[in-house]
């Protein structure tokens, strides 16, 4: 071999074992410092060893952080980040309640259920309205129910269900496009002014102009889900609330959810969250719905209307990451959940009633994007992963008797994050970054 053959053999062999060195040390650093760093995508530190494997469980089990591969200083930061965003005046009080792999690891009250002196402290059973959550607890799960017993049919067009719906301009609408808000109905009106009982809103709904052409735009619309309640009930035979529970509530036994509480039960009252102070209706609401076109459709619509505790809203989000089942009760089948869950085309974050993680959402920056959720105007939101096998439900009402506050908004996402960074077995991905 010549003297220059091996000169450029030496070279390269410096070459790579300089490269070798400087790889080894980047890794050593790494380890050490823990630094996560994987661009684009931030990714958190380095995962650790996985946790010993947990017994089946058939419903939510109270466990420490730690038993389901989480860092047991979550409770420490949501009492923290609770407490911060109530003192600025996020809510007078709220609950929370977090899970992963069928363990309930932190479910708990803070404040109190209103401002007014002598208010009690907020619980695991504390009652709020749920307000949107309605969507997809009551609603969208009894199409679920409807849908996979071959009993109602995606696309068939509204008008065969409900014959009130005649105007020319509606006659493309498919029930699909209620689950996914792509109907063209207007976003909102204040119907509530002049229309009581379900047929007058009937009626109007069929009067008033689209916002867009049926199936061309996504406008995220309380009609969509009033007239998806219509249907519903002419498939089942009876009323929404009559078949949410019988059909959901009772058999998951999700004993604090109802639609429109009896309030002269004292007991289950004082449980209740009041929300805003409203003269046309007699003053402070304490177990009448905020939402004042479902009150005016009697206080049960498929839109707004129902009143549950954080401890039922967890029970709920476990049956859906069980796959449709809890206690050994069987509601739908595990592709039902998945079909249903998941966004319906690439031009939006909308599941069929679902919604799914997008820029600035609840969801904040962590939660994957096989994740669904909801939220409601009241302050309250549910955000399930199932990649992670998790979920938080957070309740609260920034409607109160100060009016409405906006801190919320920060709040649900402060609290989604610190759930998903204490997650130790895993990655961290900044989804957001990549939605």
């Not at 309205?129 to 071959?150: H, Q």
């Not at 219509?230 to 089942?236: C, I, N, P, S, T």
């Not at 967890?314 to 796959?323: E, P, S, V, Y």
């Not at 506050?405 to 991905?429: E, K, M, N």
Request: proline share 7%; with cysteine; hydrophobic share 40%.
């Amino acid at each position: 071999m010549s003297l220059s053959r091996c000169t450029n053999v030496s070279r390269v062999i410096r070459g790579v074992t300089v490269a070798v060195l400087m790889f080894a040390t980047a890794c050593t650093r790494t380890a050490a410092n823990q630094i996560p760093v994987i661009l684009p995508t931030p990714v958190s530190s380095v995962p650790g060893p996985p946790p010993p494997r947990l017994p089946s469980a058939v419903r939510l089990q109270a466990a420490l952080p730690a038993t389901v591969g989480m860092d047991s200083t979550l409770p420490a930061r949501l009492d923290s980040i609770l407490r911060a965003a109530l003192a600025e005046g996020a809510a007078p009080g709220a609950s929370i309640a977090v899970g992963r792999w069928g363990r309930l690891v932190h479910l708990k009250g803070y404040g109190t259920l209103d401002y007014a002196t002598g208010s009690p402290a907020v619980d695991a059973g504390s009652i709020y309205d749920l307000a949107s959550l309605t969507k997809v607890i009551a609603t969208t799960t009894s199409a679920m129910i409807l849908e996979e017993s071959g009993t109602l049919d995606l696309n068939r067009p509204v008008r065969e269900f409900v014959p009130e719906l005649d105007a020319p301009d509606k006659a493309a609408i498919t029930v699909r496009m209620l689950l996914t808000h792509s109907g063209g109905l207007e976003a909102y009106a204040p119907l509530y002014r002049q229309a009581r009982g379900r047929s007058e809103y009937l009626r109007e709904i069929n009067a008033r102009p689209l916002a867009s052409l049926p199936g061309f735009q996504t406008v995220y619309s309380d009609w969509d889900m009033v007239l998806l309640q219509a249907v519903l009930e002419k498939l089942a035979g009876m009323s929404l609330d009559n078949y949410a529970d019988g059909h959901i509530f009772r058999p998951l036994g999700m004993n604090d959810t109802r639609f429109a509480p009896d309030t002269t039960d004292r007991s289950y009252r004082r449980r209740i969250a009041p929300t805003t102070s409203d003269e046309l209706r007699g003053g402070p609401l304490q177990g009448t719905v905020h939402d004042a076109n479902a009150w005016a459709m009697g206080g049960v619509s498929g839109h707004a209307g129902l009143f549950s505790s954080a401890r039922d809203v967890a029970t709920f989000a476990q049956f859906l990451l069980d796959g449709g089942s809890y206690a050994n009760v069987r509601i739908v089948a595990p592709r039902t959940i998945a079909r249903w869950t998941s966004r319906q085309d690439g031009t939006t974050s909308r599941a069929l009633g679902w919604d799914t993680p997008a820029p600035s959402s609840s969801a904040g920056r962590y939660f994957s994007p096989r994740s669904f959720g909801h939220t409601g105007f009241t302050g309250t939101s549910l955000w399930i992963d199932p990649e992670r096998g998790l979920f938080v439900v957070l309740l609260m009402n920034r409607v109160n008797s100060r009016g409405e506050g906006t801190r919320h908004v920060q709040l649900r996402r402060d609290v989604s994050d610190a759930v998903q960074r204490a997650v130790l077995d895993a990655p961290l991905i900044e989804w957001e970054a990549l939605r």
